[in-house]
């Protein structure tokens, strides 16, 4: 589904003829967040009780690229607690994000809808690097306990993401699932948007993109 919401973005741009690199994959050396930059991530590691040395990526690979500016699509299993936490981290005092605070918020509203999409198993658990940094995680949907160690990496990559990307002169724009848009005079969700839009849908999408980099 992801990949539908996506590639759904993507012919929004092309509907506006406005060209971007899609999947595009930034290295990332180690080097990059020595001194300040890894206090910040074994910080946050340690508030979701992470075992042992903080893990890093060593590439990121977002959706949209055009010139200086990434775009992430969040599907909802991103809005829960742990990504709370990871948002309270002290790299959103340092640097600024414009969709911050609206993640703050949508994190503490759309929990809920995380457990519908985020209990599956593969999102629940996550990969075998999610038990090794965090422990086990309980019987979905048990928040209680060690609670999703999937969810966790999730948080905590995000969070790799938005700091290594500002490290490496990007602005990252993200785009929540539950960002409403004003179409055809009411509002509307991007998530239900991106599922069968028409031209004229897609052109209004592509514009409210580009404005985001405004």
């Known amino acids: 589904m992801h990949h539908l919401k996506t590639d759904q973005l993507i012919k929004a741009l092309e509907e506006i ?67 709370l936490k990871t948002l309270k981290a002290d790299i959103y005092s340092t640097f600024s994000f414009s969709w911050h605070q609206s993640y703050l918020r949508m994190c503490r509203t759309f929990e809920r809808e995380c457990l519908v999409s985020g209990s599956q198993e593969r999102i629940w658990n996550g990969p075998p690097i999610a038990s090794r940094c965090f422990g086990r995680s309980e019987e979905a949907p048990d928040l209680s306990g060690n609670g999703s160690s999937g969810w966790k990496l999730n948080a905590y990559n995000d969070l790799q993401y938005d700091l290594i990307s ?29 599922l069968r839009p028409d031209a004229a849908t897609l052109k209004v999408i592509g514009s409210w993109m580009v404005r985001k980099m405004a």
């Open 17 to 83: 003829e406005m060209a971007s690199e899609v999947d595009f994959i930034i290295p990332v050396k180690r080097s990059l967040i020595e001194g300040k930059g890894e206090a910040l991530l074994s910080d946050a590691y340690s508030e979701l009780n992470g075992k042992d040395e903080f893990p890093f990526l060593n590439q990121l690979k977002v959706d949209i690229k055009i010139d200086k500016f990434l775009f992430v699509y969040d599907d909802p299993y991103h809005f829960n607690r742990y990504r």
């Open 166 to 194: 500002r490290l490496q002169g990007f602005k990252l724009i993200r785009i929540p699932a539950y960002e409403n848009l004003m179409i055809g005079g009411k509002l509307q969700r991007i998530d239900k948007l991106l």
